[in-house]
């Protein structure tokens, strides 16, 4: 099995076309709800006692519930703005709310889990929390800049601990204080991570492994209404394409990276997690079929 | 054989490492060598009496030159600095000089020419010029923020006088007044252009031609000194191939972006016209092989 840790929280999503107030979010949402497309997913997150029935509803049909706690409390909150171009999202408020003091617990089937992802958590919480699995074969985190601006050394010791570190371009650069990619991924490398994949948002990602570079582009697409979650959704089915093949062979994580773009591209389509939501395996294979069409010469 | 209209100037480059001054530079000059490695090119260009012979030296082994035309007065001057990204250029002078009233002749040899290449001209002139060849197969303009910003309805004008429109994505999204590049490549479509090509600097390409779109990776590189010309050079050698070729099928034009994106990526390994006087047809057929391995799944 797969285990995802992170965030599961209501947002406020204000798009040009529309605001969604309180929907379901997060993190761990959208890369769980992704990565079950290929494999079970156990979910270590928490919400709080306001969470509706409704999207627990949605989050049970799709993942293993053992790792979600309910705490007292209110479920962490975001809200954010997109600007008319959809590529600027403005953060208006977080609250952080019940997961503010949150211990992630490991439930005992979750240690089994051979592939692993952290979301972009606290990264002190995500080195500490990749310990207690006792047969990893491939771990992959994430960050965002708040924790690149208050605890870089924290995200480089997180870095350490996993096998692949998946990061927006911005982000990159920002860790690194570097400009060219290439160089961000080598130094990333340096500090322990075997895979660097860099997302690109609509230009696609690049992986690095040690002398591989794969650049891929992003699904093309014109109607696009809630960046949110894209990213998270490229992670998730990443690494349940992965998961599902008990693989880390270097065409299996190029092939990973296709499946992550691909599901990434249904999520936008969509309003919050509608786009996944509403998705199929085999609207999952036959996208993937057109993708390989596509980048065809 | 191939004509290429377009500028050639003494460039003052500013980067973080070096600047250079009063280098051979211009977009046909970059275009036209570009395209020199696959097809018979012909220059339509002025320059001042004050154009160094070294640099008329090196256009002449690489291009005919009936039609560039030296005229008393001063050599078309830029200036431009580079940030320390290498991605922002900010343009310090621009001096017309003997390009203020140039009105260009095609010779009677060139007018055979089935490809044709009009660079980042006044959108007026492309137009007219386009006129004088009598068997044109495929014909390709680009444009810059200053046309469009002061003659978009020549532009748009221009369009309809061509097969394809290779353009920036940032000019695209200002001239089309969209922010989608598909939604971009699509108006340019409905103002008559058969194929639009949109240019993503690092991030790659875009082809667009009926419902087929066809995205390329840029070759991903580490050490990039000088981006002058990049888009120039990926233009030449995308209709030098073609015209090579002598054919415009999908393949074909798919195949020449690869190649476009394979000889701008020499461009910017070394300052200047530099990395393309050092390059060869070995060099270029290495990469391509190099690039096809690299995105390859």
Not at 71 to 84: E, Q
Not at 149 to 154: A, F, V
Request: glycine residues 6%; contains cysteine; hydrophobic residues 40%.
């Amino acid at each position: 099995m797969l285990t995802v840790f992170g965030s599961t929280a209501l947002d406020t999503i204000r798009t040009p076309s529309k605001t969604l107030k309180d929907v379901l979010g997060g993190a761990a949402t959208f890369a769980g709800i992704a990565s079950s497309f290929f494999i079970k997913t156990g979910l270590i997150a928490v919400v709080g006692n306001d969470f509706p029935k409704k999207y627990h509803n949605i989050l049970s049909k799709k993942l293993d519930l053992q790792g979600l706690v309910i705490k007292n409390g209110k479920t962490f909150r975001y809200d954010g703005k997109y600007d008319h171009t959809l590529s600027n999202r403005t953060t208006l408020k977080t609250e952080l709310n019940v997961l503010s003091n949150f211990s992630p617990v490991v439930p005992e089937e979750y240690k089994k889990s051979k592939f692993v992802y952290l979301a972009n958590n606290d990264p002190d919480q995500n080195s500490a929390l990749i310990k207690e699995f006792d047969r990893v074969k491939f771990s992959m985190c994430d960050t965002i800049e708040f924790w690149i601006s208050t605890k870089r050394d924290s995200v480089i010791k997180m870095i350490k601990s996993v096998n692949a570190v998946v990061i927006n371009d911005e982000e990159a650069k920002l860790l690194t204080k570097e400009f060219n990619l290439i160089k961000c991924a080598k130094k990333i490398m340096d500090w322990g991570a075997e895979y660097v994949i860099i997302k690109k948002g609509e230009h696609g990602s690049l992986l690095f492994y040690e002398d591989v570079i794969f650049p891929s582009p992003a699904f093309s697409l014109e109607a696009i209404l809630d960046p949110t979650g894209a990213g998270d959704s490229f992670a998730g089915a990443m690494i349940g394409f992965l998961a599902s093949k008990n693989s880390t062979s270097i065409s299996n994580i190029k092939k990973s990276i296709v499946y992550g773009n691909v599901v990434g591209s249904f999520a936008v389509e969509k309003y919050g997690v509608d786009g996944l939501l509403i998705l199929t395996s085999a609207k999952i294979a036959k996208r993937v079929r057109q993708y390989k069409k596509m980048v065809q010469f």
